[in-house]
Nanobody, 123 residues
């Protein structure tokens, strides 16, 4: 059983930066792709970014390309989301996820989920 714990959310002014972290634990973590989704009030959960186990393959949603960067440190069992140039439209609860069994951008393909961390970018 994999457990995911997010941290690093908070309140920033538009244009600011935050770095989210997701610490994974559990004996079956090895080999998993990991990703980030977000969900704003009244909206569906949407894909943000994902990364392969080796880190050699990444994919970012068009809405965050050039501003957000996903990375991972397997020695620390941690995945990161560096968020620069935050906009009010980025305000949402951000969820970490692990083990994709299909397309990365489809939330239904991911097996493990964290509890989420709130990110708020004020105008």
């Amino acid at each position: 059983q994999v457990q995911l714990v997010e941290s690093g959310g908070g309140l920033v002014q538009a244009g600011g930066s935050l770095r989210l972290s997701c610490a994974a634990s559990g004996p079956t973590f090895v080999g998993y792709a990991m990703g980030w989704f977000r969900q704003a009030p009244g909206k569906e959960r949407e894909f943000v970014a994902a990364i392969s186990w080796s880190g050699g393959n990444t994919h970012h949603a068009d809405s965050v390309k050039g501003r957000f960067t996903i990375s991972r440190d397997n020695a620390k069992n941690t995945v990161y989301l560096q968020m620069n140039g935050l906009k009010p439209g980025d305000t949402a609860v951000y969820y970490c996820t692990a083990e994709s069994r299909g397309g990365w951008s489809d939330s239904r393909s991911w097996h493990y989920w964290g509890q989420g961390t709130q990110v708020t970018a004020s105008s």
